[in-house]
């Protein structure tokens, strides 16, 4: 489940996920997550109410900050739970020192 809202203001756009963010819900999010980028310079994906997560969401966040790089936008990823930084750190998809090439690294997240 996504929720969207969009401060024009500032061009930026909040998605709040909540519930599983496995290979059955990323579709939705994929979706949310495009439309957030069509609208908004930023968008915020607020990830603490995400129970479950697998390497399905994890792949969908990393080609989202690609998305975004490569768009000039800007995703910012907050609240995102014990489970997601250790699947993340597990699967080679984390760098603690930066690294632009990795998908998630300390400058991602935000709370």
């Given amino acids: 489940m996504t929720d969207w809202a969009y401060d024009a203001g500032t061009k930026t756009g909040r998605l709040v996920v909540t519930g599983s963010l496995t290979i059955m ?8 997550l495009l439309q ?5 310079v930023r ?4 990830l603490g109410g995400v129970g479950e997560i697998d390497i399905a969401g994890l792949q ?3 080609a989202a ?3 975004a790089r490569e768009h000039d936008k ?5 609240g995102p739970g014990d489970r997601l930084c ?23 997240w935000h709370g």
Avoid: Y
């Fill in 86 to 108: 250790d699947l993340a750190r597990s699967t080679g998809f984390w760098r603690s020192a930066g690294g632009e090439d990795f998908c998630f690294s300390d400058k991602i």
């Fill in 36 to 40: 957030g980028f069509a609208e908004a």
């Fill in 43 to 46: 968008v915020v994906v607020d």
């Fill in 65 to 67: 900050r690609r998305f």
């Fill in 74 to 78: 800007e995703l910012q990823l907050t």
């Fill in 25 to 32: 819900q990323v579709g939705r999010l994929r979706d949310a």
């Fill in 60 to 62: 969908l966040l990393c």
